[in-house]
């Protein structure tokens, strides 16, 4: 059986990516809108009502009106945008959260795709709130690094065509606090607020890590940062696409420095824990693209379509 999927946003750079794993999979058949017609209400209301599953690739005001669309109560949606990511009536598209969203994914026609930040700081830090390592009042914070695609097509035209030479820089953003991800880092967590988060974007394009450090004589049990380590990995031990490196993680490192690209053109999510036995600092590796937008996007069609979980992301 063929699937029919079109991807709302097919010219942005999350749609384009889509479109590229897309093109692997073959019991899907994809349908597109004429690109001068893509931003055409009534053409985009026929087609993503032909459609079993659409993606939508679009900001968060396009998002929510394209869902009043839908009358098909047999199309599937897919979001990738900040929209749908803490309401009820959607799932939260992270199948490896626990063990039962992957379920939840499964028997959903809403699934929302997780931000790229808050992917890496969630999968990180909550399984230590789950087994009561973390409290949940714990006053967490994180910083995470971001090639800029992550910013979509205007901020990769700003990086690509500008010889301003501050762009060579790494640049923070977000400085007033209150970047878009922090609802779902705080839903998804288990903490009751949400981290103190500065984001950083870089001069390149894609690569992304989340840095969280943690004090273990704020921790409810004492607990060695070997453990730690250990205790990731097993939570983690069945997932395809979490690999928990080992804690001796420096060997990993190049002449000691860190290596932020190393996922990218995979769905792969590594996950570091460095430190000692007064502070620790655990680093989430991904590519913002791959496990942090389009890649996350078809793990999910993948499982709400009943497919082979890592079709078409190898
Ligand atoms: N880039 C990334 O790493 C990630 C992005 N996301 C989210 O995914 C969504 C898409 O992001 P991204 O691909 O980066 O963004 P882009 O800006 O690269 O692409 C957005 C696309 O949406 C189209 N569009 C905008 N408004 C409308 C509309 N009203 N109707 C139809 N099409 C419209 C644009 O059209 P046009 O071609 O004319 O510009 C463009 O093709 C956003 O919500 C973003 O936050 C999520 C995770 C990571
Ligand atoms: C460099 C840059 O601007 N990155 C974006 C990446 C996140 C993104 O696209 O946001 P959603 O995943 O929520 O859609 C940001 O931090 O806002």
């Given at each position: 059986m063929k699937y029919n999927v079109f991807v709302d946003g097919q010219e942005g750079t999350t749609g384009l990516k889509i479109h590229d794993y897309l093109s692997k999979i073959s019991n899907v058949e994809v349908i597109k809108i004429e690109s001068e017609r893509r931003k055409d209400n009534e053409a985009r209301r026929a087609i993503i009502n032909e459609a079993d599953l659409v993606f939508l690739c679009l900001p968060d005001s396009a998002s929510k009106e394209t869902v009043t669309m839908v009358s098909n109560k047999k199309t599937k949606i897919i979001d990738a945008s900040t929209a749908f990511r803490t309401n009820d009536e959607w799932t939260y598209g992270l199948p490896e959260l626990n063990k039962s969203q992957r379920a939840k994914i499964q028997q959903s026609s809403r699934v929302s795709i997780p931000g790229c930040h808050a992917t890496g700081f969630i999968l990180a830090i909550q399984p230590l709130v789950i087994e009561g390592i973390l409290p949940r009042d714990y006053p967490a914070s994180c910083y995470s690094i971001t090639g800029y695609s992550g910013g979509g097509k205007k901020l990769i035209?700003?990086?690509?065509?500008?010889?301003?030479?501050?762009?060579?820089?790494?640049?923070?953003?977000?400085?007033?606090?209150?970047?878009k991800h922090l609802p779902e880092m705080q839903l998804y967590s288990g903490l009751n607020s949400a981290p103190l988060f500065t984001p950083i974007v870089g001069s390149y394009y894609q690569g992304l890590a989340v840095s969280i450090p943690l004090f273990p004589k704020m921790f409810l049990k004492h607990i060695t940062v070997k453990e730690i380590q250990e205790l990731l990995a097993?939570?983690?031990?069945?997932?395809?696409?979490?690999r928990v490196m080992p804690y001796e993680s420096e060997t990993y490192l190049e002449d000691g420095f860190f290596n932020v690209m190393e996922c990218n053109h995979t769905n792969h999510l590594d996950l570091f824990v460095f430190g000692h036995k007064d502070e620790i600092l655990l680093v989430s590796r991904f590519d913002n693209l791959g496990k942090g937008a389009s890649g996350a996007a078809i793990q999910n069609m993948n499982i709400m379509l009943g497919f082979d979980e890592g079709k078409g992301l190898g």
């Open positions: 035209s700003e990086y690509q065509n500008s010889t301003r030479e501050q762009l060579f820089a790494p640049r923070q953003y977000a400085l007033h606090l209150n970047h097993f939570y983690y031990k069945d997932e395809q696409f979490i």
